[in-house]
């Protein structure tokens, strides 16, 4: 599976923006797409996840209600609807597929098998 992520930039505190990964190649061997970010100086965090079949998600506590992670099956995309944007959401996002059909472990980075380049987002406060 390749998948390319996009949708980033700089917004001020407050803002809006929406990432999408776009998934190609084996796309039928993936049950969990999901969303990492990192910071400079941070390890990668889990952001969010979903079910390919169910649209089933899962989120970090940080960003609950603010962000809304969702899948078109026919676009073979998930995006990332980012509101309320604050100063510590800064960080390159990473989207990434895993075989793994259990949201329980969607949270850790190996369990993916595939991971998309970063796209940078910045928000100012």
């Known amino acids: 599976v390749q998948l390319q992520a996009s949708g980033g930039g700089l917004v001020q505190a407050g803002g809006s923006l929406r990432l999408s990964c776009a998934a190609s190649g084996h796309t039928l061997s993936y049950e969990i797409m999901g969303w990492f970010r990192q910071a400079p100086g941070k390890e990668r965090e889990f952001v969010a996840a979903?079910?390919?079949?169910?649209?089933?998600?899962l989120y970090v506590d940080s960003v609950k209600d603010r962000f809304t992670i969702s899948r078109d099956k026919v676009q073979n995309t998930v995006y990332l609807q980012m509101n309320s944007l604050k100063a510590e959401d800064t960080g390159a996002y990473y989207c990434?597929?895993?075989?793994?059909?259990?949201?329980?472990?969607?949270?850790?980075?190996?369990?993916?098998?595939?991971w998309g380049q970063g796209t940078q987002v910045t928000v100012s406060s």
């Open positions: 990434a597929s895993s075989s793994l059909i259990s949201l329980s472990r969607s949270l850790y980075p190996d369990s993916y098998q595939s």
């Open positions: 979903v079910t390919w079949r169910l649209g089933t998600t």
